[in-house]
């Protein structure tokens, strides 16, 4: 078996590196890594410095990598080396950005649905098209979770009957309030009420308070009131 990368790391097969150092009759005791810009990578897993089955480095930039066998701690130049590719896929939301590092022209898992107060998830994006999970990705990308803004129901009741539906979002601060139907011999007003994100209608009812009267009393010597 080649070089595995498991999601994580990449882990190192005793079995293929012996298979392709018989070639140059050879046995394989060393090994290094190096990135794309040449730089060392640390191999865990080793045997006292040594090559193990199952050893793994974890590649943390997009590039390739340089997987190098040597037939002993002295030799400067590899018997056989093995490269491998990987891009990088960086998940934008909000302020939060997560970075996952794939193999190049393979596929990467769409997370689950991100969620917002008071947005519905859309998708993710990349640039202004829906990014389709199904393809390879060949070159690193950035993914961005957009949303749209929920719109939410208020009902406006005067003596049980609905008097008018508005709708807003969680932008919205205040809504324009529809007339209160007049009552003889009554002054209305809408309760009290707070724009806030429901599943349910939010439901607002006219209040109404009795006017009061002055009735006055007049007789030949006075004026009296009530």
């Known amino acids: 078996q080649k070089p595995v990368f498991d999601g994580e790391k990449v882990i190192l097969k005793q079995s293929y590196a012996s298979g392709i150092f018989k070639v140059e009759g050879a046995y394989p005791t060393y090994v290094k890594v190096f990135d794309k810009d040449n730089n060392e990578v640390e ?115 005067a003596e049980g009957n609905v008097i008018e539906t508005k709708y807003f979002t969680i932008n919205d601060k205040t809504i324009e309030e529809p007339e209160i139907p007049t009552k003889e011999g009554y002054t209305g007003r809408w309760e009290d009420y707070t724009l806030a994100p429901s599943n349910e209608p939010i439901t607002v009812n006219a209040i109404y308070t009795a006017n009061e009267y002055t009735l006055a009393f007049e007789s030949d010597t006075s004026v009296d009131s009530i």
Do not use: R
């Open 43 to 157: 191999v865990n897993g080793l045997d006292n410095g040594k090559f193990k089955e199952g050893c793994s480095f974890t590649p943390t930039n997009s590039g390739t990598y340089t997987i190098k066998y040597f037939e002993n701690e002295e030799a400067t130049n590899a018997i056989v080396e093995h490269t491998m590719s990987f891009v990088k896929v960086s998940f934008v939301n909000g302020e939060n950005t997560i970075s996952k590092i794939i193999e190049t022209n393979t596929k990467i898992a769409k997370p689950e649905n991100s969620s917002k107060e008071g947005y519905e998830f859309l998708n993710w994006f990349k640039g202004e098209e829906a990014f389709d999970f199904n393809s390879n990705i060949t070159e690193d990308i950035t993914l961005e979770a957009k949303y749209v803004e929920k719109q939410y129901t208020i009902e406006f009741f």
